[in-house]
């Protein structure tokens, strides 16, 4: 008797536990469809040349990055762009440049991926969203490499491996210890933030944050806005 009691609390036990599962599993797909979707078509609110800490604070250069920031601007003045391979040559723009430009960007946002398509040449930008190992990239670039999760309602991105050298605004440039973390949130249904801390130990004496906003356009499909074109018609490489 005390046998066939123990067998039906087991049996009530292992019903409760699968039950209790099944709220949990339910729980988290609830709280995964829950996510705002960062879809859509988005413009800068005010394109930028420059990073610009938050609050107006001075830029926190190392003296190596203070004198590399120093010549490309003086170069820059006397219409020298030889510091700037996109000017030059339409090279990549990279991160975070590009998401100062005044062109606009399409977000496909997915389960395993983000996308992030930019008019500008046809940029594309693709952010892992899988549980996987963080790892620095055989052979650095100008995007690195970007991996993403969400948090709440915003969505944390971790770009590295990045090229050295590299421009990340139209004077600053990086090494190749530079580390971006981006925080994207809806502020509201037309309104997208990206919330961006910069890491360079070679560059900056520490980290600073700067912060972009951007509106949501009309959807429809983005024309390539062609670097070349814009040099043969006399217009910046990057749009502002």
Not at 83 to 90: E, W
Not at 166 to 179: M, T
Not at 208 to 233: G, H, I, M
Request: aromatic residues 8%; hydrophobic residues 40%; contains cysteine.
């Amino acid at each position: 008797m005390k046998q066939n009691h123990r067998k039906v609390l087991l049996r009530r036990t292992s019903l409760m536990l699968a039950v209790a599962g099944f709220i949990a599993a339910q729980a988290a797909v609830a709280a995964a469809g829950e996510r705002p979707s960062l879809d859509g078509t988005w413009k800068i609110t005010a394109p930028r040349l420059e990073l610009a800490p938050n609050g107006g604070a001075d830029m926190p250069l190392t003296n190596e990055g203070r004198a590399a920031y120093e010549n490309n601007k003086k170069s820059a003045a006397k219409g020298d762009f030889g510091y700037d391979q996109t000017a030059t040559s339409c090279s990549s723009p990279g991160l975070p440049r590009m998401m100062l430009s005044g062109d606009r960007i399409q977000i496909f946002q997915r389960d395993r991926v983000v996308n992030m398509l930019f008019e500008w040449n046809r940029q594309s930008r693709e952010i892992e969203m899988r549980d996987v190992p963080e790892v620095k990239p055989l052979v650095d670039t100008m995007y690195g490499v970007s991996y993403g999760h969400w948090e709440g309602d915003t969505l944390v991105v971790k770009s590295f491996g990045f090229f050295a050298d590299k421009l990340i605004d139209a004077y600053l440039r990086g090494s190749d210890a530079l580390e971006l973390v981006e925080k994207i949130r809806l502020k509201d249904k037309d309104t997208l933030e990206d919330r961006i801390t910069v890491t360079d130990p070679a560059i900056f004496t520490r980290p600073f944050e700067t912060v972009l906003s951007y509106k949501r356009q009309k959807d429809e499909a983005l024309p390539e806005d062609n670097c070349l074109d814009r040099k043969q018609a006399g217009q910046p490489a990057l749009p502002l």
